[in-house]
T-cell receptor, first 111, second 112 residues
Framework: NAGVTQTPKFRVLKTGQSMTLLCAQD?????MYWYRQDPGMGLRLIHY???????AKGEVPDGYNVSRLKKQNFLLGLESAAPSQTSVYFC??????????FGDGTRLSIL | EDKVVQSPLSLVVHEGDTVTLNCSYEVTNFRSLLWYKQEKKAPTFLFMLTSSGIEKKSGRLSSILDKKELFSILNITATQTGDSAVYLC????????????FGTGTLLAVQP
């Protein structure tokens, strides 16, 4: 029973590099979300998906893209990483009602 | 602008103390309020509140919502060192999107 799994757990990038964070859930949830967590800022919604093949912008979408080709996977892409994107990234999934389930996070540092 | 505000920002207590954490909100299309506990990694779910005045309890933790005054409290009685964590309040809003807006959290430290 893995729940929500995020890979990688840690990553260091140089400014301008690209990368993809993977989120996988095994609970058959329709909704999936990507958040970033910064000191003093709480969790802020980057992008979300209400079902396979759908994506939408959240509160802080600039510099990120997402895809949900399969129901169980939600990918977050950084096309050209910037130091301001240094953060801890959390993926979450939820059913139509009820609480969300979070992954353990990806700590991303951009130099 | 929608917002969720938690207070205090941080709190240090001794084992056995009772603490009250506060969460106020101004959110359009409110659906429910959720509390999470975050230790080192993923936030873990504690409570979801949708109706005013109905207390939710789980062991030493309890929570209640006031939809008229737009706030919720989380109480922890007989605190233990294992209660040390960041406690996050979030409001679910909107229609079919099921989105959450989070407060910045309250850092609770319980000393032996």
């Amino acid at each position: 029973n893995a729940g929500v799994t995020q890979t990688p757990k840690f990553r260091v990038l140089k400014t301008g590099q690209s990368m993809t964070l993977l989120c996988a859930q095994d609970m058959n949830h329709e909704y999936m979300y990507w958040y970033r967590q910064d000191p003093g800022m709480g969790l802020r919604l980057i992008h979300y998906s209400v079902g396979e093949g759908t994506t939408a912008k959240g509160e802080v979408p600039d510099g990120y893209n997402v895809s949900r080709l399969k129901k169980q996977n939600f990918l977050l892409g950084l096309e050209s990483a910037a130091p301001s994107q240094t953060s801890v990234y959390f993926c979450a999934s939820s059913p139509s009602t009820g609480s969300g389930h979070f992954g353990d996070g990806t700590r991303l540092s951009i130099l | 602008e929608d917002k969720v505000v938690q207070s205090p920002l941080s709190l240090v207590v001794h084992e056995g103390d009772t603490v009250t954490l506060n969460c106020s909100y101004e959110v359009t299309n409110f659906r429910s309020l959720l509390w999470y506990k975050q230790e080192k990694k993923a936030p873990t779910f504690l409570f979801m509140l949708t109706s005013s005045g109905i207390e939710k309890k789980s062991g030493r933790l309890s929570s209640i919502l006031d939809k008229k005054e737009l706030f919720s409290i989380l109480n922890i009685t007989a605190t233990q060192t294992g209660d040390s964590a960041v406690y996050l309040c979030a409001v679910r809003y909107g229609g079919a999107t099921n989105k959450l807006i989070f407060g910045t959290g309250t850092l609770l430290a319980v000393q032996p």
